[in-house]
């Protein structure tokens, strides 16, 4: 059986991180292992939450994996509270990786043109750095825009064709699959 190490925070409410991806992982016939980065109790999305943070118990628990030798088909990351957590999933990456291995980065850092209130420079530099080592990262627009050092407000006034051009021609600088999400196109997503 495929096995995918899953980076991410378990939200209570919420439709996100490790509470859709093990589902979904499980019923496409993978094993889903999850690495969990923190446990909130809805995502950030919200005007409030409250959460605990796993940054100190991640290479505990990282240790035991390589005790058990463990092999992964794919790692996949989301979201990454603090760069410290983002140095440590960094080496996670370095040290699980074969060549046989595909990681994917989702670069969970802001939407609708804003970063997240919760990440600092020292944040988005580790996640930027993660996007370094992946082999697919899947950047909403405003994530693309943040790792291209591109203005977000300059594409809202874009044309549909205009758009897509901005957005393959940010994609290309990039020597990796981009998948970028959250294109809001005559009002749909």
Not at 120 to 130: F, G, I, M, R
């Amino acid at each position: 059986m495929k096995k995918i190490a899953v980076i991410n925070d378990l939200s209570g409410f919420g439709k996100c991180s490790l509470s859709v991806a093990m589902p979904i992982i499980s019923a496409c016939g993978i094993q889903c292992c999850p690495l969990t980065t923190g446990v909130f109790s809805n995502q950030t999305g919200y005007d409030s939450y409250k959460s605990v943070d796993f940054t100190e118990y991640l290479p505990e628990f990282i240790a035991q994996w390589k005790r058990l030798n463990l092999k992964f088909d794919a790692i996949l990351t989301g979201f990454i509270p603090n760069s410290k957590q983002g140095n440590i999933i960094i080496d996670f990456i370095k040290e699980f990786k074969s060549t046989s291995t595909s990681v994917v980065v989702d670069p969970v850092m802001g939407d609708d043109g804003s970063i997240y209130h919760c990440y600092d420079s020292e944040s988005l530099k580790a996640v930027s750095k993660l996007t370094d080592i992946a082999d697919v990262i899947t950047p909403n627009l405003t994530e693309l825009c943040i790792l291209c050092n591109e203005d977000y407000s300059s594409l809202a006034e874009a044309k549909e064709q205009e758009l897509m051009d901005k957005i393959y021609n940010m994609s290309s600088s990039f020597d990796k699959t981009v998948i970028t999400t959250g294109i809001k196109l005559d009002g749909f997503v």
